[in-house]
């Protein structure tokens, strides 16, 4: 099985802050790799896929790179609303979608 | 409006079968996969399994396989989770998410069915 390990599992960061989440996979999954973002008791919403492309909706603050298996999701200028825990996701073996610990983006 | 809408909350015994439902609208049913996430209270996400409505072909992560089982019905655009006898440790709340091949994400979401498993 492909494990997927985000850093950190939380961080504290204040609104206009750049924010840096990253996840680094047990082996090579090329760009097999998405992101999503958990509000409490919501359901998870897709933010990136294929590691870079920015789902339909979603505000361009938003931003992933990497290739491999280290990958990390920005947030150019953190907003009140972008309060929530995000996931990483593999989908580089078909049918066995592995997500990471998820990282939860407190209010400092 | 595409979306996916899940059965309500469920209180159940240890030993009890159960079902949940995820119902879809707004696309072609058959012609994209379902998948079941799991999330145990405070805890992350697990991909649970997936299926193609269209000709029902399953696939089940390890950890659920045995466990759990998913069917669809696709003359009611409708996927299942099913358990015949549940656990304490199935207390968790599952969601079912829309996989599209575009992205090979999961882009579409229910909102989630608590399942809570207790004597």
């Known amino acids: 099985d492909i494990q997927m390990t985000q850093s950190p599992s939380s961080l504290s960061a204040s609104v206009g802050d750049r924010v840096t989440i990253s996840c680094r996979a047990s082996?090579?999954?090329?760009?097999?790799l998405n992101w999503y973002q958990q509000k409490p008791g919501r359901a998870p919403k897709l933010l990136l896929y294929?590691?870079?492309s920015l789902q339909s909706g979603v505000p361009s603050r938003f931003s992933g790179s990497g290739s491999g298996t280290d990958f990390t999701l920005t947030i150019s200028s953190l907003q009140s609303e972008d309060f929530a825990t995000y996931y990483c996701?593999?989908?580089?073996?078909?049918?066995?979608?592995?997500f990471g610990q998820g990282t939860k983006v407190e209010i400092k | 409006e595409v979306q996916l809408v899940q059965s309500g909350a469920e209180v159940k015994k240890p030993g009890q079968s159960l079902k949940i439902s995820c119902k879809s609208s707004?696309?072609?049913?058959?012609?994209?996969?379902i998948g079941w996430v799991r999330q145990m209270p405070g805890k992350g996400l697990e991909w649970m399994g997936i299926?193609?409505?269209?000709?029902?072909?399953?696939r089940y992560s390890p950890s659920f396989q045995g466990q759990v089982t998913i069917s669809a019905d696709k003359s009611i655009t409708t996927a299942y989770l099913y358990w015949s006898s549940l656990k304490a440790s199935d207390t968790a709340m599952y969601y079912c998410a829309r996989h599209t091949i575009r992205a090979d994400a999961f882009d579409i979401w229910g909102q989630g069915t608590v399942v809570t498993v207790s004597s």
């Open positions: 294929a590691a870079s």
């Open positions: 707004g696309y072609t049913f058959g012609t994209y996969w």
């Open positions: 299926i193609y409505p269209d000709d029902s072909d399953t």
């Open positions: 996701q593999q989908s580089y073996r078909t049918s066995t979608w592995t």
């Open positions: 082996q090579s999954i090329s760009t097999y």
